[in-house]
T-cell receptor, first 116, second 115 residues
Framework: AQSVTQLGSHVSVSEGALVLLRCNYSSSVPPYLFWYVQYPNQGLQLLLK??????LVKGINGFEAEFKKSETSFHLTKPSAHMSDAAEYFCAVSAARTGGYQKVTFGTGTKLQVIP | NAGVTQTPKFRVLKTGQSMTLLCAQD?????MYWYRQDPGMGLRLIHY???????AKGEVPDGYNVSRLKKQNFLLGLESAAPSQTSVYFCASTGGRGAIDNEQFFGPGTRLTVL
């Protein structure tokens, strides 16, 4: 079984402040972890993914995430928020290939508001 | 390269009406998925396809049917729409033989309201 929990459905930060979006996962096998971003009225697009090559993963737009096995966490961070970062962010886990397909479980999402 | 496209973008149905949502991808991907997105629930898998001519049920398949007659197209049908099917529907595709570390490419979504 696999699952992800995103703490905080809404997060507000000031422009230029640190962005921290939390994600904890549960998996019975070594997981592959993803962060996707959804801008208003658009589909999801990949920010970054963890595939066991390195615990600190860098993504697009200055975002990065650190895989911590002991804490079962994969939190997303960005040192300085920009207005264009306002969006909804989804953590996802893929740890099984069931029925011949990639089973991905998405979190419930965190909406990031950036205050000027 | 258009990626993944979805038709229509918006639709309003009355209870009991039927409709088909079309998804098309130009990346030659084998795997395609239909998800629904509801507030506070993330994305839930409705149906998926691992190749042309094949389909299978996901987590929430009831009330929906799908077809994959051509590799590039994945259709989602609602035979008799219900208000509980009001949602935003996303199509996604992935290549690389469905490996578990693959990125999924998403369409822009279809916003469906059932009155």
């Amino acid at each position: 079984a696999q699952s992800v929990t995103q703490l905080g459905s809404h997060v507000s930060v000031s422009e230029g402040a640190l962005v921290l979006l939390r994600c904890n996962y549960s998996s019975s096998v070594p997981p592959y972890l993803f962060w996707y971003v959804q801008y208003p009225n658009q589909g999801l697009q990949l920010l970054l993914k963890y595939t066991s090559a390195a615990t600190l993963v860098k993504g697009i737009n200055g975002f990065e995430a650190e895989f911590k096995k002991s804490e079962t966490s994969f939190h997303l961070t960005k040192p300085s928020a920009h207005m264009s970062d306002a969006a909804e962010y989804f953590c996802a886990v893929s740890a099984a290939r069931t029925g011949g397909y990639q089973k991905v479980t998405f979190g419930t999402g965190t909406k990031l508001q950036v205050i000027p | 390269n258009a990626g993944v496209t979805q038709t229509p973008k918006f639709r309003v149905l009355k209870t009991g009406q039927s409709m088909t949502l079309l998804c098309a991808q130009d990346m030659n991907h084998e795997y395609m998925y239909w998800y629904r997105q509801d507030p506070g629930m993330g994305l839930r898998l409705i149906h998926y396809s691992v190749g042309e001519g094949t389909t299978a049920k996901g987590e929430v398949p009831d009330g929906y049917n799908v077809s994959r007659l051509k590799k590039q197209n994945f259709l989602l049908g609602l035979e008799s729409a219900a208000p509980s099917q009001t949602s935003v529907y996303f199509c996604a595709s992935t290549g690389g033989r469905g490996a578990i570390d693959n990125e999924q490419f998403f369409g822009p979504g279809t916003r469906l309201t059932v009155l």
